[in-house]
């Protein structure tokens, strides 16, 4: 079994910074990609960034635009979300996750198998 918290939401001004993390527990924690996801209520669950095993893989969703970087710590066994340059359209509950290792598509919730709680990032105007 895995688990996976994150942390670091809140709220945060136009134009300002967040740094979420997400820590893993468990069962071999650093061979596996992971993702973030986000999700407005009454929308779908989508992409932001993905990150490989080892850290030498990363890709964004195409709104990110270089305002966010996802990094991990492999002796904290935690994968991190730094943002930077919020807008208001960033406010959403925003997931970590572990991609499956049968799974491909890093972009699709349906390809990861463990997911953290949830941490709300509110981005004011």
């Known amino acids: 079994q895995v688990q996976l918290v994150e942390s670091g939401g809140g709220l945060v001004r136009t134009g300002g910074s967040l740094r979420l993390s997400c820590v893993l527990s468990g069962r071999a924690t650093n061979n596996y990609h992971m993702g973030w996801f986000r999700q407005v209520p009454g929308q779908e669950r989508e992409f932001v960034a993905y990150?490989?095993?080892?850290?030498?893989?990363?890709y964004y969703a195409d709104f990110v635009e270089g305002r966010f970087t996802i990094s991990r710590d492999s002796a904290r066994n935690t994968v991190y979300l730094q943002m930077n340059s919020l807008k208001p359209e960033d406010t959403a509950v925003y997931y970590c996750?572990?991609?499956?290792?049968?799974?491909?598509?890093?972009?699709?919730?349906?390809?990861?198998?463990?997911w953290g709680q949830g941490t709300q990032v509110t981005v004011s105007s």
């Open positions: 990150i490989n095993w080892n850290g030498e893989g990363t």
């Open positions: 996750a572990r991609r499956a290792p049968s799974r491909f598509d890093y972009q699709s919730e349906k390809s990861y198998d463990y």
